[in-house]
């Protein structure tokens, strides 16, 4: 059974940073792409990063660029969202998505973790 378990979450003041770890456990993620998303209440599910099965590839929303790095450790089978310069907008619950294709998009990725809260106080 394929898991992927997301940590890290949790309160932060505005300007502060946090580090999301998205590890997997029953599938091998050197192949495969991981993409973090979010969401807000009333709001549909974004992709925030992504990155290819070789780490070669990365994509950025344009409300995070510059600020969150997505990085990959596949000697640990664990995805990582360094998150900096934490806005207020920021504030959603964040999943990890893991699938055979580099997507932006929630249908292409085929597991998911079970979503951690990170709330930016302002």
């Known amino acids: 059974q394929v898991q992927l378990v997301e940590s890290g979450g949790g309160l932060v003041q505005a300007g502060g940073s946090v580090r999301l770890s998205c590890a997997v456990n029953?599938?091998?993620?050197?192949?495969?792409?991981v993409g973090w998303f979010r969401q807000a209440p009333g709001k549909e599910r974004e992709i925030v990063a992504a990155i290819s099965w070789s780490g070669v590839g990365t994509y950025y929303a344009d409300s995070v660029k510059g600020r969150f790095t997505i990085s990959r450790d596949d000697a640990k089978n664990t995805v990582y969202l360094q998150m900096n310069s934490l806005k207020s907008e920021d504030t959603a619950v964040y999943y990890c998505?893991?699938?055979?294709?580099?997507?932006?998009?929630?249908?292409?990725?085929?597991?998911w973790g079970q979503g951690i809260q990170v709330t930016v106080s302002s």
């Open positions: 029953g599938r091998t993620l050197s192949k495969d792409a």
């Open positions: 998505a893991a699938g055979s294709i580099f997507a932006l998009i929630p249908r292409r990725y085929d597991y």
